[in-house]
């Protein structure tokens, strides 16, 4: 039985009010403010693609065994390199083995889906455990439509045999170069075609025959589905296609547009967990991709999916984590949509010791620091010599992984003068339940919500920009566990 073993998605945690949007640009063109109703999910200034799909593959992992994961995929149309393995990285964030299989999944919206039937079939050949991770940031010109419509998410899966709690029952796919929207080379934000075009010759003709497709393949009469999972902005479309294929209308999933908007490739897998996160043993879920053609898959959820859900932060998880954000100006700074004076303090910009980082990649990306095993000491970093001042054993230090485990505020600031794109930066001295400490940089922390002792959890996160080579620093800041959880 092949099928999905665990899910997780994470959603960021600022919502930013669509009225606010509207409000800011309905000079220019009024029509906006018809799109002014519900929120979509803004990503802070140090989460992009990677960020939240390692935030997704922990949440999907808890406490599974990661040495069983033989493969990580991970699909995105918004990577934030173009030349480097983007899921090497998140593999080494997730501390799993290097023995392991890799793979980027990009230039469609259906790269979700794609990606996922293609990681379902590695799991069913290999017989072992597939990580599939997917996420999008995806940017637009300020004052359009596509802004209001879009969210920033990710959603992982892991894929194998045995205990599922959704058995992957078949799917089908289609390839058509039905062009939508694209978005060239050089260019940074997408180019969108006529609405009417794309819902009535685009999801109204090549979606239905692959789901059709499908079902044959899964055994299941439309009238079974109970949970109809297809992303789409434009209202009314799922539903006509499920009318158009016989599927129930109660069983058309919300597509969470008022809560977070549209994550582009993630959004099929974040519909997918939401549903998960609802559905009972026995019910069928249909899950449909489009992007230049169209994939379904079909699943069947088992007794296991109960066992599945305590400790699990999934889609509503991270919709109940939310605060709410009305400071348009904030998000266009963010996102990079204008052009500040950031002054002095902002210029200093070292290259990455690429030895460096390869070097110390576990330390870095991984954040493994040391285990004495002459007096069981953890220390961060890993060194040479025991930091414990009545041991100082040479040699005597094992992998110690400091990522997942608790930790709270030993001491703190809120820095105003030092530069941060949202200032001010809050940092201080963390301590790790079990020992280690180290000085970490925190982020999303409310500016007089941050006390000593506060219980905190790390993430991983952007450190900074190298705007003159195109280097991204990514490295592991702390948060509050009662906004990360």
């Given at each position: 039985?092949?099928?999905?073993?665990?899910?997780?998605?994470?959603?960021?945690?600022?919502?930013?009010?669509?009225?606010?949007?509207?409000?800011?640009?309905?000079?220019?063109?009024?029509?906006?403010?018809?799109?002014?109703?519900?929120?979509?999910?803004?990503?802070?200034?140090?989460?992009?693609?990677?960020?939240?799909?390692v935030a997704a593959a922990r949440d999907c992992l808890g406490g599974q065994?990661?040495?069983?994961?033989?493969?990580?995929?991970?699909?995105?149309?918004?990577?934030?390199?173009?030349?480097?393995?983007?899921?090497?990285?998140?593999?080494?964030?997730?501390?799993?083995?290097?023995?392991?299989?890799?793979?980027?999944?990009?230039?469609?919206?259906?790269?979700?889906?794609?990606?996922?039937?293609?990681?379902?079939?590695?799991?069913?050949?290999?017989?072992?455990?597939?990580?599939?991770?997917?996420?999008?940031?995806?940017?637009?010109?300020?004052?359009?439509?596509?802004?209001?419509?879009?969210?920033?998410?990710?959603?992982?899966?892991?894929?194998?045999?045995?205990?599922?709690?959704?058995?992957?029952?078949?799917?089908?796919?289609?390839?058509?170069?039905?062009?939508?929207?694209?978005?060239?080379?050089?260019?940074?934000?997408?180019?969108?075609?006529?609405?009417?075009?794309?819902?009535?010759?685009?999801?109204?003709?090549?979606?239905?025959?692959?789901?059709?497709?499908?079902?044959?393949?899964?055994?299941?009469?439309?009238?079974?589905?109970?949970?109809?999972?297809?992303?789409?902005?434009?209202?009314?479309?799922?539903?006509?296609?499920?009318?158009?294929?016989?599927?129930?209308?109660?069983?058309?999933?919300?597509?969470?547009?008022?809560?977070?908007?549209?994550?582009?490739?993630?959004?099929?897998?974040?519909?997918?967990?939401?549903?998960?996160?609802?559905?009972?043993?026995?019910?069928?879920?249909?899950?449909?991709?489009?992007?230049?053609?169209?994939?379904?898959?079909?699943?069947?959820?088992?007794?296991?999916?109960?066992?599945?859900?305590?400790?699990?932060?999934?889609?509503?998880?991270?919709?109940?984590?939310?605060?709410?954000?009305?400071?348009?100006?904030?998000?266009?700074?963010?996102?990079?949509?204008?052009?500040?004076?950031?002054?002095?303090?902002?210029?200093?910009?070292?290259?990455?010791?690429?030895?460096?980082?390869?070097r110390k990649r576990k330390m870095i990306l991984g954040l493994v620091g040391?285990?004495?095993?002459?007096?069981?000491?953890?220390?961060?970093?890993?060194?040479?010599?025991?930091?414990?001042?009545?041991?100082?054993?040479?040699?005597?230090?094992?992998?110690?992984?400091?990522?997942?485990?608790?930790?709270?505020?030993?001491?703190?600031?809120?820095?105003?003068?030092?530069?941060?794109?949202?200032?001010?930066?809050?940092?201080?001295?963390?301590?790790?339940?079990?020992?280690?400490?180290?000085?970490?940089?925190?982020?999303?922390?409310?500016?007089?919500?941050?006390?000593?002792?506060?219980?905190?959890?790390?993430?991983?996160?952007?450190?900074?920009?190298?705007?003159?080579?195109?280097?991204?620093?990514?490295?592991?800041?702390?948060?509050?566990?009662?906004?990360?959880?």
């Amino acid at each position: 039985m092949i099928g999905i073993v665990s899910y997780g998605a994470y959603l960021p945690r600022l919502r930013l009010s669509r009225k606010v949007m509207a409000a800011a640009n309905a000079w220019m063109d009024p029509s906006l403010l018809a799109h002014g109703k519900g929120e979509r999910a803004m990503a802070n200034w140090d989460e992009d693609s990677i960020t939240m799909a390692v935030a997704a593959a922990r949440d999907c992992l808890g406490g599974q065994d990661r040495a069983s994961i033989q493969a990580l995929y991970f699909a995105s149309t918004t990577f934030p390199f173009a030349d480097r393995q983007n899921a090497g990285i998140v593999a080494a964030a997730l501390n799993l083995s290097e023995e392991l299989a890799t793979l980027d999944v990009t230039a469609s919206q259906k790269a979700g889906t794609s990606g996922l039937l293609a990681a379902l079939n590695t799991a069913k050949a290999m017989e072992k455990n597939v990580l599939f991770a997917v996420a999008d940031k995806r940017r637009t010109k300020s004052a359009c439509t596509q802004e209001m419509q879009f969210g920033d998410g990710a959603a992982a899966l892991l894929l194998g045999s045995g205990e599922v709690v959704a058995e992957f029952l078949g799917g089908a796919a289609a390839s058509v170069d039905f062009v939508d929207h694209y978005r060239g080379r050089d260019h940074v934000f997408d180019y969108n075609w006529e609405e009417r075009w794309v819902r009535d010759e685009g999801f109204g003709k090549i979606v239905p025959p692959v789901i059709i497709r499908a079902l044959e393949k899964a055994g299941v009469s439309p009238e079974q589905v109970d949970h109809f999972v297809m992303p789409c902005a434009y209202s009314g479309v799922t539903a006509s296609v499920a009318r158009k294929v016989g599927i129930q209308p109660q069983a058309v999933r919300d597509n969470l547009a008022a809560v977070c908007g549209e994550t582009g490739t993630a959004h099929s897998i974040v519909m997918l967990v939401d549903a998960l996160q609802e559905a009972k043993p026995g019910q069928l879920l249909l899950v449909c991709g489009f992007g230049q053609g169209c994939d379904a898959l079909v699943f069947r959820a088992t007794e296991g999916l109960a066992a599945a859900l305590p400790g699990r932060v999934g889609v509503k998880g991270s919709l109940a984590r939310r605060k709410e954000e009305t400071n348009y100006f904030k998000f266009l700074t963010f996102n990079q949509l204008v052009t500040q004076e950031r002054g002095m303090r902002a210029e200093y910009n070292p290259q990455t010791a690429l030895s460096l980082l390869y070097r110390k990649r576990k330390m870095i990306l991984g954040l493994v620091g040391g285990y004495c095993t002459k007096c069981n000491t953890p220390q961060f970093p890993k060194e040479g010599v025991c930091a414990n001042p009545e041991c100082k054993s040479m040699d005597s230090q094992e992998d110690y992984l400091f990522a997942d485990r608790p930790a709270r505020i030993f001491s703190w600031s809120a820095d105003a003068l030092a530069y941060s794109i949202d200032p001010p930066s809050h940092y201080g001295m963390i301590q790790f339940d079990g020992g280690g400490r180290f000085m970490a940089d925190f982020t999303d922390c409310d500016v007089g919500g941050v006390e000593t002792g506060m219980p905190m959890r790390m993430v991983f996160r952007i450190i900074g920009v190298d705007d003159v080579r195109g280097m991204i620093r990514y490295f592991w800041k702390a948060t509050p566990i009662a906004i990360s959880a």
